[in-house]
Protein backbone atom coordinates (compact mmCIF):
# COMPACT_ATOMS: atom_id res chain seq x y z
CA UNK A 1 0.00 0.00 0.00
CA UNK A 2 0.75 3.44 -0.36
CA UNK A 3 2.08 4.60 3.09
CA UNK A 4 3.03 0.62 4.04
CA UNK A 5 6.39 2.35 4.39
CA UNK A 6 5.42 5.25 6.31
CA UNK A 7 3.59 3.16 8.83
CA UNK A 8 5.99 0.38 9.01
CA UNK A 9 8.98 3.38 9.91
CA UNK A 10 6.32 5.05 12.29
CA UNK A 11 5.92 1.51 14.59
CA UNK A 12 9.71 0.35 14.13
CA UNK A 13 10.76 4.01 15.03
CA UNK A 14 8.86 3.85 18.08
CA UNK A 15 11.27 1.15 19.63
CA UNK A 16 14.42 3.59 18.93
CA UNK A 17 12.25 6.40 19.99
CA UNK A 18 11.50 4.61 23.59
CA UNK A 19 15.49 4.05 23.44
CA UNK A 20 16.32 7.93 22.85
CA UNK A 21 13.92 9.21 24.90
CA UNK A 22 15.63 7.46 27.89
CA UNK A 23 18.96 8.52 26.85
CA UNK A 24 17.63 12.12 26.95
CA UNK A 25 15.82 12.24 29.63
CA UNK A 26 12.38 12.67 27.60
CA UNK A 27 10.44 12.80 24.09
CA UNK A 28 13.27 13.09 21.49
CA UNK A 29 11.48 14.34 18.35
CA UNK A 30 8.20 14.90 19.82
CA UNK A 31 6.90 17.56 17.52
CA UNK A 32 5.13 20.73 19.27
CA UNK A 33 2.89 20.34 15.56
CA UNK A 34 0.28 23.64 14.72
CA UNK A 35 -2.89 23.78 16.66
CA UNK A 36 -5.75 22.83 14.40
CA UNK A 37 -7.46 25.59 14.81
CA UNK A 38 -3.86 27.66 13.74
CA UNK A 39 -2.34 28.43 10.41
CA UNK A 40 -2.84 25.36 7.64
CA UNK A 41 -5.55 24.07 9.16
CA UNK A 42 -8.44 24.74 6.37
CA UNK A 43 -7.08 21.69 4.86
CA UNK A 44 -9.24 19.64 7.17
CA UNK A 45 -13.18 20.73 6.65
CA UNK A 46 -14.93 21.20 10.06
CA UNK A 47 -16.57 19.31 12.14
CA UNK A 48 -14.61 15.99 10.43
CA UNK A 49 -16.36 14.06 12.62
CA UNK A 50 -18.48 14.65 15.60
CA UNK A 51 -16.90 11.43 16.97
CA UNK A 52 -12.97 13.19 16.79
CA UNK A 53 -11.71 15.87 19.00
CA UNK A 54 -8.61 17.51 16.94
CA UNK A 55 -5.84 18.20 19.31
CA UNK A 56 -2.57 19.58 17.05
CA UNK A 57 -1.79 19.03 13.83
CA UNK A 58 1.22 16.23 13.09
CA UNK A 59 2.18 16.51 9.74
CA UNK A 60 1.35 17.38 6.25
CA UNK A 61 2.62 16.06 2.70
CA UNK A 62 1.36 16.29 -0.52
CA UNK A 63 -1.61 14.49 -0.46
CA UNK A 64 -3.25 14.28 3.14
CA UNK A 65 -2.24 16.27 6.54
CA UNK A 66 -2.57 14.03 10.28
CA UNK A 67 -3.86 15.32 13.17
CA UNK A 68 -3.36 14.15 16.75
CA UNK A 69 -7.13 13.62 17.63
CA UNK A 70 -9.45 12.15 20.38
CA UNK A 71 -11.55 9.88 19.79
CA UNK A 72 -14.60 10.70 22.11
CA UNK A 73 -16.61 7.20 21.70
CA UNK A 74 -14.17 5.28 22.84
CA UNK A 75 -13.15 7.76 26.12
CA UNK A 76 -10.82 9.69 24.26
CA UNK A 77 -8.54 7.26 23.05
CA UNK A 78 -5.36 9.12 21.20
CA UNK A 79 -5.19 8.11 17.23
CA UNK A 80 -3.94 9.76 14.22
CA UNK A 81 -6.26 11.17 12.16
CA UNK A 82 -5.12 11.51 8.27
CA UNK A 83 -7.28 13.46 5.84
CA UNK A 84 -7.30 13.88 2.48
CA UNK A 85 -6.61 17.38 1.37
CA UNK A 86 -9.97 18.81 0.32
CA UNK A 87 -8.20 20.58 -3.31
CA UNK A 88 -7.19 17.05 -4.02
CA UNK A 89 -11.50 16.14 -4.11
CA UNK A 90 -11.69 17.70 -8.03
CA UNK A 91 -9.19 15.01 -9.26
CA UNK A 92 -10.45 12.51 -10.72
CA UNK A 93 -9.73 9.37 -8.82
CA UNK A 94 -8.00 10.84 -5.58
CA UNK A 95 -10.73 9.61 -2.94
CA UNK A 96 -10.91 6.31 -4.51
CA UNK A 97 -6.95 5.94 -4.32
CA UNK A 98 -7.15 7.57 -0.66
CA UNK A 99 -9.68 5.03 0.08
CA UNK A 100 -7.88 2.32 -1.20
CA UNK A 101 -4.86 3.04 0.74
CA UNK A 102 -7.00 2.61 3.98
CA UNK A 103 -7.58 -0.96 2.88
CA UNK A 104 -5.30 -2.36 1.74
CA UNK A 105 -3.31 -0.43 4.95
CA UNK A 106 -5.50 -2.38 7.17
CA UNK A 107 -5.31 -6.00 6.04
CA UNK A 108 -1.13 -5.66 7.25
CA UNK A 109 -1.37 -7.89 10.59
CA UNK A 110 2.36 -7.01 11.86
CA UNK A 111 3.45 -5.27 15.71
CA UNK A 112 5.53 -3.25 13.43
CA UNK A 113 3.64 -1.40 11.53
CA UNK A 114 0.64 1.06 13.41
CA UNK A 115 -2.84 -0.34 13.60
CA UNK A 116 -5.79 1.10 11.61
CA UNK A 117 -9.25 1.61 13.68
CA UNK A 118 -11.77 3.96 11.09
CA UNK A 119 -12.18 5.62 8.09
CA UNK A 120 -15.75 8.38 7.16
CA UNK A 121 -15.83 11.28 5.46
CA UNK A 122 -16.45 14.99 6.44
CA UNK A 123 -19.36 16.93 6.37
CA UNK A 124 -17.07 18.48 3.22
CA UNK A 125 -16.57 15.35 1.31
CA UNK A 126 -12.92 14.35 2.32
CA UNK A 127 -11.91 10.98 3.27
CA UNK A 128 -10.01 10.30 6.07
CA UNK A 129 -9.11 7.72 8.88
CA UNK A 130 -7.71 7.04 12.16
CA UNK A 131 -4.82 4.50 13.15
CA UNK A 132 -2.69 4.11 16.11
CA UNK A 133 -1.28 7.56 17.85
CA UNK A 134 2.37 6.77 18.71
CA UNK A 135 4.04 9.72 20.71
CA UNK A 136 7.54 9.02 19.16
CA UNK A 137 9.70 10.34 16.28
CA UNK A 138 9.12 7.78 13.46
CA UNK A 139 12.11 5.95 12.18
CA UNK A 140 13.20 9.04 10.00
CA UNK A 141 12.91 11.33 12.28
CA UNK A 142 14.58 9.33 14.80
CA UNK A 143 17.36 8.64 12.33
CA UNK A 144 17.45 12.91 11.45
CA UNK A 145 17.87 13.81 15.20
CA UNK A 146 20.84 11.09 15.63
CA UNK A 147 22.54 12.57 12.53
CA UNK A 148 21.81 15.91 13.99
CA UNK A 149 23.53 15.39 17.06
CA UNK A 150 26.71 13.86 15.15
CA UNK A 151 25.53 10.55 16.39
CA UNK A 152 25.02 8.22 13.78
CA UNK A 153 23.15 4.33 14.11
CA UNK A 154 25.46 2.06 15.52
CA UNK A 155 26.12 -1.01 14.37
CA UNK A 156 24.48 -2.56 17.16
CA UNK A 157 21.07 -0.29 17.27
CA UNK A 158 20.67 -1.44 12.91
CA UNK A 159 20.50 -4.93 13.50
CA UNK A 160 17.20 -4.69 15.70
CA UNK A 161 15.46 -1.92 13.39
CA UNK A 162 16.25 -3.89 10.38
CA UNK A 163 14.87 -6.75 11.29
CA UNK A 164 11.82 -5.42 12.19
CA UNK A 165 11.35 -3.73 9.22
CA UNK A 166 11.80 -7.10 7.77
CA UNK A 167 9.11 -8.42 9.34
CA UNK A 168 6.57 -6.32 8.46
CA UNK A 169 7.47 -6.72 4.73
Known amino acids: C????????ARVGEEAGR???GEAGGEVGAEAGREAEGEGANILPKPVDPRYRLRRR???GAMA??????DLR????VVALKVLNTSLLEIPGMQTRFEREFSLCASVDSPHVVKLYDSGQSPGGAPFY???Y???????????D???RGRGLEVGEAGPILLQLAEAM
Open 134 to 144: LPFPNLDEFLA
Open 146 to 148: RSA
Open 130 to 132: TME
Open 65 to 70: CVFEAE
Open 2 to 9: ADLQQLTV
Open 19 to 21: RAA
Open 58 to 60: LGE
Open 74 to 77: LGGR
